[in-house]
Structure formats: structure tokens, C-alpha cells
């Protein structure tokens, strides 16, 4: 049974694909499968070492979405472009007393 479902989603993702590209409307992502990044988890809208696992390329309006892993701790989350950031100078000011632990920040002293 998971088999069929499996198909039948693989099936509507392709149609979705080539529609989008027909159109010629697809959205572009910025982001390619095995980018590091930084990732803000829903649930606690904190920033976090990430990669990105899956590109879910969307057709307008709707936004790109990428399933990413949590490197520090291994847990995955789907998001958006608006969640995702190529490093700390990246993320809005008024987001970076969100920083995960494990985030290095370039603009604190290194301690030795």
C-alpha cells in the first residue's frame, strides 16, 4: 500500500515539474542539495547549522521549500527561502540573540 502512495506522490511531484517548467513560471532556488546553511526550526524559531536535503521547487506564488537536516542535532525540518540564511551576517538583526549554541559568530572574540 505504501508502495502505490509512494507512486502516486512521485507522479503528482513530476506533473507539478513539468507544468511548472511549460509555464515557464518555475521558481528558482537559491539554495542546491548539500549547501551548509542556517536554518530557523519552527518550533522554537531559533537558528541552527543545517544542510539542505531536498530542493521542492514550487511554481508561483508558492514558495521554494527545502527539507534540511539539523547537523548538531539530527533532526529535519521543511522551510523557506525567509528561514534560511548562508551565515550569521545573513540573519535580520533583531533575530541574532536566536543563535543555537553550536552557531559560530564571526563578530565574537575567539577564546582560546
Not at 41 to 64: K, L, Q
Not at 69 to 87: L, Q, R
Not at 105 to 111: A, E, G, I, K, V
Request: contains cysteine.
Amino acid at each position: 500500500v505504501l508502495d502505490i502512495h509512494l507512486q502516486l506522490l512521485l507522479e503528482d511531484v513530476e506533473q507539478v515539474k513539468v507544468e511548472g517548467i511549460s509555464d515557464g513560471k518555475e521558481m528558482v532556488s537559491k539554495w542546491l542539495v548539500g549547501n551548509d546553511c542556517l536554518a530557523r526550526w519552527v518550533e522554537d524559531g531559533r537558528w541552527y547549522n543545517a544542510i539542505v536535503d531536498t530542493v521542492f521547487e514550487s511554481s508561483p506564488p508558492g514558495p521554494v521549500q527545502y527539507l534540511v537536516t539539523f547537523t548538531d542535532y539530527g533532526n529535519s525540518e521543511i522551510v523557506t527561502d525567509d528561514d534560511m540564511a548562508a551565515n550569521v551576517e545573513a540573519i535580520p538583526g533583531d533575530q541574532l540573540d536566536m543563535l543555537d549554541e553550536n552557531v559560530e559568530r564571526s563578530d565574537l572574540p575567539q577564546t582560546s
